[in-house]
């Protein structure tokens, strides 16, 4: 099955790739190399439930944030790549905005890692992988994800 079909079967719409809100470019191209660089859970151009897990954010509207920033980041390695085929997952980078007593970090990070699994497969679409805990993330998103993808095919 295609990615695009993945994609259908999963009712995702990949958006425009999202502009950038300062001085650097959503993706770049190396070689067979992209990196996407940290994409915030923007929806229809606003922040799904804006806060920190812990506190106003319950761990499901944190992992569908998550699944947002991910949405977001294969939209901006699409931007720069022109096909989400052939792509491998080899690195994403999770920060969840949360109070100091929140330790669910990886299972947040989840709705993004999950996402790359189901769009990509199995052995594309999972890689190494962090999750953090930060104080606050641009324009009070509670989650932002980073993810490095190589070309395989």
Known sequence: MSV???????????PDAPAPAAVYRPAVKSGNLIIVSGQVATRDGAIMTPGRLGDAVSLEDGYAAARQCGINALAAA???????EGLRVLRTVGYVASTPEFTDHPRVVNG?????RDV???DLGIGARVAFGVAALPANS??????????VS
């Not at 699409?78 to 989400?84: A, F, N, P, Q, R």
């Open 112 to 116: 993004a890692s999950e996402l790359f």
């Open 78 to 84: 699409k931007s720069v790549h022109g096909t989400l």
């Open 142 to 151: 509670p989650v932002e994800v980073e993810v490095m993808l190589e070309v």
């Open 120 to 122: 990509l497969g199995e």
């Open 4 to 14: 695009d079909e993945r994609l259908a079967e999963l009712g995702i719409t990949l």
